[in-house]
Structures are given as structure tokens and as C-alpha cells.
């Protein structure tokens, strides 16, 4: 058990669809991640959240909206998903002191998500 | 060139042997570096930091080469438990102190 809970484990939607991925951390770390996961290719970073704010936005389509409102939430908001987002999406978090030290993340199970 | 990058294997190794898997990286600027572990359909588990001096965790050892921009991990006295991706991860690539960019894995399978 790492600590880091998503929600669904799995999703099945439409390109027309709307949907949100939730991540939850019980960990008391300040900084949050989204990585998308696909099959033969290395975890992608999406999204960082350090201290609720968003820190990084490596070229996601805005297909993907992130919300952070607290240290221990972050969501995903899915719309009009094409099929090669299919994947899975990995929620993760670490501690962040203000020196930036440069620790370890730790992941969340992770939500398999398909678009149909 | 890819940031980081690593053999996929798969590698098949008879339980009791020593297997040893390399990485390397293309941003000598990078500042750190780990060894993570992923199971079958699980999530990626930190296995191990690897330091400038080396270092060891049981039958795990790490080492990082900086001069030639790689990292290794040796695997002794290898266990059924053992089999899984081992993927290699480096910290500090110019975009911020936590963005950790990920190789796409080594599979690793013990053979009993």
C-alpha cells in the first residue's frame, strides 16, 4: 500500500464523453504528478503540482484539465478523448521541501483507462 | 537520442544468477537518479537512489557513472521474486527540481 488512492481503476468512454480521474494522497506530501503510461513507450509526465500550483504543463492536449484543490487532491478532467489516449494514468506524489530537494515519487495503482 | 534510455530485454536469467542491466542519460546536467521497480500491471516502486559514490542495498547494487552519462544495476543471487521492468529514471533535466523523466524498462524474468 503506497498511500496514493485512484479512482476508477478502470474507465471505458466515448470520444464524446466526459469524465474525471481523481487521485487522493495520505502521505502529507505537497506535490502531486499526473503520467500517462502507454503500452512500449516510458512514463510520460503530464501535469506537476507543487504546493497546489501548477508547476509544469508538458504539452498536454486540453483535452486534459487538471484541478488541484488542496496538497491531497488532484483530478484529471477528460473531454473528447481521441483513442490514443487510451492508457493508463498514474497519479504520484512526493515531498517537496522549499530547497527543492529531489526525492522520490510515489504512485498511485493507477487508472486503465479506454476510449472507445 | 532519447533522454534516457535502456536495453528492454527481456532478459531471461536462472534463478541464482547475477544479472546486471545499464542506463544511460543525455543531459550530463542531470542531478539525480534512481533505480524503480514495476510489476505486472502495478505501479512503478522506487527500488533504489543511486549515488556518485555507489551503493548497495542487500543483493542490489548501484552505480553511477557520471563521466560517461550511466547508471547500472546488478542484481546478485536473483530470486523468482525478482521478475519484473526495471525502470531507470533520472532527475534534474532543466525543466524542475522534480520533473523525473523514466527509460522505457528492462523486463527481467528469473527462470526457476
Known amino acids: 500500500e503506497t498511500g496514493v488512492t485512484q479512482t476508477p481503476r478502470h474507465l471505458v468512454m466515448g470520444m464524446t464523453n466526459k469524465k474525471s480521474l481523481k487521485c487522493e494522497q495520505h502521505l502529507g506530501h505537497n506535490a502531486m504528478y499526473w503520467y500517462k503510461q502507454s503500452a512500449k513507450k516510458p512514463l510520460e509526465l503530464m501535469f506537476v503540482?507543487?504546493?497546489?500550483?501548477?508547476?509544469e504543463n508538458n504539452s498536454v492536449p486540453s483535452r486534459f484539465s487538471p484541478e488541484c484543490p488542496n496538497s491531497s487532491h488532484l483530478f484529471l478532467h477528460l473531454h473528447t478523448l481521441q483513442p490514443e489516449d487510451s492508457a493508463l494514468y498514474l497519479c504520484?506524489?512526493?515531498?517537496?521541501?522549499?530547497?527543492?530537494?529531489?526525492?522520490?515519487?510515489?504512485f498511485g495503482p493507477g487508472t486503465r483507462l479506454t476510449v472507445t | 537520442r532519447k533522454e534516457v534510455e535502456q536495453d528492454p530485454g527481456p532478459f531471461n536469467v536462472p534463478e541464482g544468477a547475477t544479472v546486471a542491466f545499464n542506463c544511460t542519460y543525455s543531459?550530463?546536467?542531470?542531478?539525480?537518479f534512481f533505480w524503480y521497480r514495476q510489476d505486472c500491471r502495478k505501479e512503478p516502486k522506487l527500488l533504489m537512489s543511486?549515488?556518485?559514490s555507489g551503493n548497495e542495498d542487500g543483493r542490489f547494487t548501484a552505480q553511477l557513472n557520471r563521466a560517461s552519462q550511466y547508471i547500472s544495476l546488478l542484481i546478485r543471487d536473483s530470486k523468482l521474486s525478482d521478475s519484473a521492468t526495471y525502470l531507470c529514471?533520472?532527475?534534474?533535466?532543466?525543466?524542475?527540481?522534480?520533473?523525473?523523466?523514466f527509460g522505457t524498462g528492462t523486463r527481467l524474468t528469473i527462470i526457476p
Open positions: 543531459n550530463s546536467a542531470s542531478q539525480s
Open positions: 543511486v549515488y556518485s
Open positions: 503540482y507543487n504546493f497546489k500550483e501548477q508547476t
Open positions: 504520484a506524489s512526493s515531498h517537496l521541501p522549499r530547497g527543492g530537494f529531489r526525492g522520490e515519487q510515489y
Open positions: 529514471v533520472v532527475n534534474g533535466l532543466g525543466f524542475g527540481n522534480e520533473k523525473l523523466t
